[in-house]
């Protein structure tokens, strides 16, 4: 009687011990939980807002691309489009830690989902990994192969491209549900993945080795021979306005590389902004892996200031692409219409076959 009288009293402790762990369970930010309320704030507010902000700018550049014709001349609008429907599966998981910080049960256990999150997440920034580095590639056969390119990329050859390289970030991501690893902090919103699932040097390093690194040295020797070309290009343009008079130079020469050159920068500073807001996350994930360094706050800011870069290129793209900023336009112009013609059709216009011929698209 005794001991199993002892035998109840220590599973009462532990599961009282198990409750006060989730009730004073600290913010990833370190403030503590407020009494008051009980959740996260901060924290909630800034994941919530993330989350509007890569849904709503990446459905914006979604549906630009379906507004503005000229976008689709580009062969690199496959990846972009791509990299966009990526972003936006980023901002709708992004939904699953802000349930968890509200403490919104999702009926599966803590340990799933911290590493279905953590792994869906992973696959997906992959692929915009991989797609930048695919759009570098494809820049660099259009300034340097210009006579051949259009035999060389292909719409079916993109295709199978894009294919590639999600079953790539499929792949790669796949061995840390056979207890190789943590892909990265994305889940450590979540209190297992953060004190039970932890990082491996190996794997950590496996994936810099066959993700992280190559795609940064393509990108790096792609476009330094763009601009290495683009240099050249102007110099010989310089050298022969300072030889010939103005109206004997050749204007098809002048504006050969232009359009290329400018759509080259665009995507350049895409990609800079991409590696500037993933870099600390990556050398956080290099140093807790390695176990120098193990801090909550600098998990929490690193992951999602690398997860703010799927709102990034809608922003990017309406400040340095015309073309994007007139379908922008459009898209603008067709929704205002839209909603011209529904007020219309309420107010019950005497004319409505003119007005429904007016707001055709």
Request: hydrophobic letters at 45%; a positive charge.
């Amino acid at each position: 009687m005794n001991e199993s009288r002892g035998t109840e009293q220590r599973i009462l402790n532990m599961s009282s011990g198990i409750v006060n762990v989730s009730e004073h369970h600290s913010c990833p930010l370190g403030f503590g939980q407020y009494s008051a309320v009980d959740v996260c704030i901060f924290e909630t507010v800034v994941i919530v807002l993330l989350t509007f902000l890569i849904i709503a700018g990446n459905l914006t550049v979604i549906f630009v691309f379906h507004c503005a014709p000229l976008l689709h001349h580009y062969t690199t609008s496959y990846f972009i489009q791509t990299m966009a429907y990526a972003d936006l599966f980023v901002g709708v998981t992004c939904l699953v830690p802000t349930l968890s910080l509200l403490h919104y049960s999702t009926g599966v256990h803590e340990s799933l989902t911290c590493q279905v999150f953590g792994y869906i997440i992973s696959v997906l920034k992959s692929v915009s990994m991989a797609c930048l580095a695919c759009i570098s590639v494809d820049r660099y056969l259009a300034i340097t192969k210009p006579l051949s390119y259009n035999q060389l990329v292909t719409p079916c050859r993109l295709r199978i491209c894009i294919i590639l390289i999600w079953i790539y970030s499929c792949l790669i991501f796949l061995p840390s549900f056979f207890g190789w690893g943590k892909p990265g902090y994305h889940g450590d919103i979540f209190e297992w993945c953060a004190t039970s699932w932890l990082t491996s040097a190996y794997f950590t390093g496996f994936i810099v080795c066959l993700l992280y690194a190559p795609a940064a040295f393509v990108v790096c020797f792609t476009y330094f021979h763009i601009f290495k070309i683009c240099r050249q290009h102007t110099k010989e343009i310089s050298d022969r306005r300072a030889r010939f008079p103005s109206h004997e130079v050749d204007p098809s020469g002048e504006a050969g590389h232009s359009p290329d050159r400018r759509y080259a920068m665009v995507l350049f500073r895409i990609t800079s902004v991409f590696y500037i807001l993933w870099l600390p996350y990556i050398i956080y994930f290099l140093l807790e892996s390695s176990r120098v360094l193990d801090n909550p706050t600098l998990s929490f800011l690193t992951t999602w200031l690398a997860i703010s870069n799927s709102f990034c290129n809608c922003v990017i793209y309406s400040l340095s692409n015309s073309v994007f900023r007139l379908g922008l336009r459009r898209l603008s112009e067709t929704m205002c219409t839209s909603c011209m013609c529904v007020k219309d059709q309420e107010a019950r216009d005497p004319k409505p076959r003119k007005r429904a011929n007016s707001c055709s698209i």
